[in-house]
């Protein structure tokens, strides 16, 4: 049974840190991609980053988050630094078989595997 089951969200004041995990089980990491989402309040779900080899990122993350991961843990971290309060969200973690093309996706439709999420708020 595939699980992905974020953790780690919580409040946060401005300019302050927060390491979100993603613990999943039913599947290897070494044969998926590995991807952040994030829900705004009243907004769309957005793309936040993905992990294969190396760490892609939107440009309203980069610098300030990295994404990390364990495949012996089959564990995904997101790093977030310096967080503002437009940071505020539902957290997701998502998994996409790197045997489909692009393995690199900002698209969540081509995630198969989703968490159920972990809210962040950041305080200004």
């Known amino acids: 049974q595939v699980q992905l089951v974020e953790s780690g969200g919580g409040l946060v004041q401005a300019g302050g840190s927060l390491r979100l995990s993603c613990a999943v089980s039913g599947f290897s990491l070494d044969y998926y991609a590995m991807g952040w989402f994030r829900q705004p309040p009243g907004k769309e779900r957005e793309f936040v980053g993905v992990?294969?080899?190396?760490?892609y990122y939107a440009d309203s993350v980069k610098g300030r988050f990295t994404i990390s991961r364990d495949n012996a843990k089959n564990t995904v971290y997101l790093q977030m630094n310096s967080l503002k309060p437009e940071d505020t969200a539902v957290y997701y973690c998502?998994?996409?078989?790197?045997?489909?093309?692009?393995?690199?996706?900002?698209?969540?439709?081509?995630?198969?595997?989703w968490g159920q999420g972990t809210q962040v708020t950041v305080s200004s």
């Open positions: 998502a998994a996409r078989s790197i045997s489909l093309s692009p393995v690199y996706s900002d698209y969540e439709n081509d995630y198969r595997y």
């Open positions: 992990i294969r080899r190396s760490g």
